[in-house]
């Protein structure tokens, strides 16, 4: 097949955004490298404030990136060697990676077919008296329903932590944000995030004092003040210009994830009847975010689209393309293929399309309409 020769159309175009925001970022990092306060300082602290209360708990503190949010909110749950950690094998391998860092044993479980995020009947089979945390993950920006698993949690001293590291903004079916649901939660900044660093950059959100004041040590090597290291910490610091751009970045996030919300209906709707299947959104409170916007395309025929539309300039995705119990580096954990046929399923059918606030209209319809043809045969 000729290659058609049209405009690009990226997965995420993080030029198109920074357009919008250019001299106000350029005039941050200025001024940040005129204080030569380059960590831990004005803007890493003000940034830790806005956050918290843009998510709505006590605290939040700010670190290198989102695995490092974990890493560090699994080690001050108390998580260690022995203790099982149970989370879903359809996510990021960071969220597993993490609990392996604490050399826990993480025990991953199936997906829900609909909403393709943590299974709670799989979760309440996996418990075992070693069971110490459970990690569900909002998955593409829409929010796992917490109520279940909460109930499972309490009672059995299990923590919850959330992995929301696709979910900035997201509601809970609590009306809550996501980041308020757990006893310490995680976000990633990376930059393809619906609120991204440009760099690497995390945060951890908690109501908890005294955990707040373990995790900022631990974030600096453990100190309490400087060079007074009571307890073994990491260097899992977020830098200034960092915090500062995403000071900038905070508060466009509303505006930003609202012009998703409806780029999503607008795929929904010209997507509908296409033989692809859109992505279930949640009827009630809770509000998708949509980090991506991944349909599932059945009958051996995703790989076959992506081609089509690359050929097309359109840029797509796979998240995921390899469960995380299938991968070369967690063959000692002993799963095999054929144990999760949700989640391998689900690898095997799920394709994000383009999806970022600048996108236009038009290339939404170039990208539905590809879909819409590709789909039908042409
Ligand atoms: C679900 C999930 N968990 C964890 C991470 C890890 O975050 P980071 O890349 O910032 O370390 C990411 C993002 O990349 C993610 O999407």
Sequence with gaps: MTAVATEEIPLVDLKAQYATIRDEVRAAIDDVLESMQLTIGPNVKAFDHEFASYIGTKHSIGVG?????????????????GDEVITVSHTFFATVEAILYANARPILVEVDEKTMLIDPAAVAAAITPRTKAIIPVHLYGRTVDLKPLKQLAQDRNITIIEDAAQAHGALLDDGKKAGTGGRVNCFSFYCSKNLGAYGEAGSITTNDDRLAEELRALREHGQSTRYYHPVIGYNARLDEIQAAILRIKLRKLEEWNARRRVLARMYDERLAGSGVTVPEIP??????????YTIRVGGGRRDDLRK???ERGIGTQ????????????????GYRKGDMPVTERVASEVLSLPMFAELTDGQLERVADSVRSFMKGN
């Design 65 to 81: 990136s989102g695995t490092d949010a974990l890493q560090l909110a699994i080690r001050a749950c108390g998580v260690s060697s």
């Design 283 to 292: 009827s009630d409170i809770r509000r998708h975010v949509f980090y991506t």
């Design 308 to 310: 089509y539309l690359g």
């Design 318 to 333: 796979i998240h995921y393309p390899v469960p995380i119990h299938l991968q070369q580096s967690a063959e000692f954990l």
